[in-house]
T-cell receptor
Framework: DQQVKQNSPSLSVQEGRISILNCDYT??????FLWYKKYPAEGPTFLIS???IKDKNEDGRFTVFLNKSAKHLSLHIVPSQPGDSAVYFC???????????WGAGTKLIIKP | GAVVSQHPSRVICKSGTSVKIECRSLDFQATTMFWYRQFPKQSLMLMATSNEGSKATYEQGVEKDKFLINHASLTLSTLTVTSAHPEDSSFYIC?????????????FGNGTRLTVT
């Protein structure tokens, strides 16, 4: 049973446009969510997180939106840049529990 | 800069041999480190939680006698793949959290690409 789902395995976006990556979860107990970016042959890099008490968190070009009623979160990247091409993972956690539940990832391709 | 260092980045070994992967926390002490495995086009899979000074906690389905974890110091955890087989070929990644920060994100090493021939 996948508790965290990223239903789009890949996404192609024109440079300069907005990239929207989506993530759905099933466990309403999750209280924080994170987005990681991963280049081939490298470990994931933390991008941005959001607590369940918020519905939006912004950091530069990256904004994460959380819709708890829909159990859905999304990552917006604007404007998209070629260096944003990577695999993006969303992950969910419970309190001080160290274990994160990961989505399968979405490969983002930014076209010049 | 990097806060978690992983070595080696790539290793090729023959079937039946053992391979050790090191994970170091840089400039901070990590009482807990995490070992992940990633198969192509799949998500990160948590293998085990490495606890300094005590036994590692393994996830269901992960053979503890095959994937030996040692966390002998507050800055170093090692994963040893024993009697490696071709199906153990994968990308192994370690991670740790900065201490003292609630819900701080995991910081990952750059991973180790293991190929068993």
């Amino acid at each position: 049973d996948q508790q965290v789902k990223q239903n789009s395995p890949s996404l192609s976006v024109q440079e300069g446009r907005i990239s929207i990556l989506n993530c759905d979860y099933t466990n309403s107990m999750f209280d924080y969510f994170l987005w990681y970016k991963k280049y081939p042959a490298e470990g994931p890099t933390f991008l941005i997180s959001i607590s369940s008490i918020k519905d939006k968190n912004e950091d530069g070009r990256f904004t994460v939106f959380l819709n708890k009623s829909a159990k859905h979160l999304s990552l917006h990247i604007v404007p998209s840049q070629p260096g944003d091409s990577a695999v993006y993972f969303c992950a969910a956690g419970l309190g001080s529990n160290y274990q994160l539940i990961w989505g399968a990832g979405t490969k983002l391709i930014i076209k010049p | 800069g990097a806060v978690v260092s992983q070595h080696p980045s790539r290793v090729i070994c023959k079937s039946g041999t053992s391979v050790k992967i090191e994970c170091r926390s840089l400039d901070f002490q990590a009482t807990t480190m995490f070992w992940y495995r990633q198969f192509p086009k799949q998500s990160l899979m948590l293998m085990a939680t490495s606890n300094e000074g005590s036994k590692a906690t393994y996830e269901q389905g992960v053979e503890k006698d095959k994937f030996l974890i040692n966390h002998a110091s507050l800055t170093l955890s090692t994963l040893t793949v024993t009697s490696a087989h071709p199906e153990d070929s994968s990308f192994y990644i370690c991670s740790a959290r900065l201490p003292g920060v609630e819900n701080s994100p995991l910081h990952f090493g750059n991973g180790t690409r293991l190929t068993v021939t």
